[in-house]
Nanobody, 118 residues
Framework: QVNLVESGGGLVQAGGSLRLSCAAS???????MGWFRQAPGKERDVVAT????????TYGDSVKGRFAISRDNAKNTLYLQMNSLKPEDTAVYFC????????????WGQGTQVTVSS
């Protein structure tokens, strides 16, 4: 497994945008990847997932049309473009990876805080 390090979080006003990055310590070309988030007192929820090739993408219902996941396998980096941010998007955002053919994400970064003020 590779090490995953998130960056790009911060404080933004409602309606604003942020771009998160997740840098891997090695090749992730054979891993499906995803973004998840956890707000205080709540369970960790899926934000978006992307297949190893990038050809298959899914989004959580609450972020559809506002967030976009992408990956650059040449740079071993995963991205999450977040637009039209809302206070309810406030959470710690984690990136994660899973091997091809495995359902469960089993490798996690340490997370980056995103805070959206109203």
């Amino acid at each position: 497994q590779v090490n995953l390090v998130e960056s790009g979080g911060g404080l933004v006003q409602a309606g604003g945008s942020l771009r998160l990055s997740c840098a891997a310590s090695g090749s992730v070309s054979r891993y499906g990847m995803g973004w998840f988030r956890q707000a205080p007192g709540k369970e960790r929820d899926v934000v978006a997932t992307i297949s190893a090739s990038g050809g298959s993408i899914t989004y959580g219902d609450s972020v559809k049309g506002r967030f976009a996941i992408s990956r650059d396998n040449a740079k071993n980096t995963l991205y999450l473009q977040m637009n039209s941010l809302k206070p309810e998007d406030t959470a710690v955002y984690f990136c994660a990876s899973r091997r091809i053919g495995v359902v469960k994400f089993d490798n996690w970064g340490q997370g980056t805080q995103v805070t959206v003020s109203s």
